[in-house]
């Protein structure tokens, strides 16, 4: 029993293509993924997964009560910790260009169990990201009704009972109710994208890389105009004294560092579309590894302007981006060109982070039923997962089930402990996949690698410790919801994915 719960795929038996040759349809008639997407559409998909959240939303909280102005130091810590993951990616998705991401990449290297438990956090992942996600896209939302209703004169605002959750956590982490109804917005933006996701691939692909464009136009032009409004002395102290805990100092950096995280886990969003890819070998590395790289620069920049504009202590808002642009309106003369400006890229930015944030859900949503349509295939998850559509090839009953789900939790639950279990989930996955190259490296060190991760036995131990150093900054203190997530996880495994396991039934 115990070892058929580390049996491992056969790398041979995989779902494979060559480079460069685009896969259409079984020759057996089976419908297959339309493998569409080139290098330019795969590093679309992380910079939208990406970009959005971190920027928009999360940029403030995390500056605001742990790391202040060294926010660019937790943006770094970050990036550092998923560039080394991202490597160990790359040489996976060139290797085994399959959807399902870190999870077929821990079932060809690690075993079963190992593979159900990183699926189980992809599904924490993606699904709790989306819905978060969709929260945020209600916020800014609501400011654009907002902003409409002061230029109109007219209200087009939604009550309070229709655009906030009904359940918040208060600070002892008990579930309490907040006498609100339903989070409307954020439901009708999860169902508008899931129908999306379940026309097909390359139309998400396609109107994710507008998105794209129109919210990378905007944060540069954000860049450009809040240059000349920079007061160094808000940078200093760079590293607030610690208040206590997390609260400020070192520590609160590297909290800071687990809080942004939320931001990058995107780029994972790029290796599940591998089996739609036209030529994986090639393309997987660019689009892992050039999103990850244009996405880090980006955050950089707008941690440090941000911080630089605005006193940090003030940008704990949904909407920072727009909170530190009324902070310097409110020092320019009222009227003058000035005041227009800043006042016409508040209405920009308020666009351009609803276009992120969409993206955002776009890929989460786009990700997380080719999880299930990988786990399905394997005997782990019930047969209906693993449906592709006649017409679209898309895996729709996946797509309808995640649609459900993530509008369910985006109009009942907030952002803000949804954030650390979706970072946790992330990191655990980063960290198994840096172990699984190592382990591939030694037991198949004959199998053709595309790409090949630099100095593996460095890279490699050095990527997982990062990630497992920031997972538990939020395990200490979120641990009993992941353990609570994990052993639903395993329940499900016990009573159906062990028994309908494919490999073991296939197996002498």
Known sequence: MIKGLFATHTIEAMPRVDAGEPVEGSST????????????????????????????VLTGTAAA????????????????????????????????????????????????????FVGWNLVLEYLFAASTVAVGWSGYFNEMLRMISSLTGMNFTLPAALSSAPFTFNEAGHLITTGTFINLPAIAIVAAISWLCYRGITQSATVNAIIVAIKVIVILLFLVVMFNYINTDLWHPFVPANEGGSKFGWSGVIRGATLVFFAYIGFDAVSTAA??????QRDMPIGILGSLFVCTLLYIAMAATLTGVAPFRMLNTPEPVATALNYVLGNVAAGGTASYVLGSLKILVVFAALAGLSSVVLVMLMGQPRIFYAMSRDG??????????????????????????????AGLFPVDVLGDLVSMGTLLAFATVCIGVLVLRRTRPELPRAFRVPLPWII?????????????????????????????????YGFYGYQHSKLRQNSP
């Open 29 to 56: 008639g089976e419908v297959t993924l339309k493998r569409v997407l080139t290098a330019r559409h795969l590093v679309m998909l992380g910079i939208g997964a990406v970009i959005g959240a971190g920027i928009f």
């Open 65 to 116: 009560q742990f790391a202040g102005p060294a926010l660019v130091i937790s943006f770094l810590m970050a990036g550092f910790a998923c560039a080394l993951a991202g490597l160990c990616y790359a040489e996976f998705a060139a290797m085994l260009p399959v959807s399902g991401s870190a999870y077929s990449y821990s079932y060809a290297t690690l075993g079963e169990v190992v593979a159900w």
């Open 275 to 280: 089996g739609e890819a036209k030529n994986p």
């Open 380 to 409: 782990l998850m019930p047969q209906a997962l693993g449906r592709l559509h006649p017409k679209h090839r898309t895996p729709y009953v996946g797509t309808i089930i995640v649609g459900v789900i993530a509008a369910t939790l």
């Open 460 to 492: 490699c131990p050095l990527g997982a410790a990062a990630c497992l150093i920031l997972f538990w900054q939020a395990f200490a203190v979120r641990w009993p919801l992941l353990i609570s997530w994990t052993a639903i996880g395993f329940l499900i």
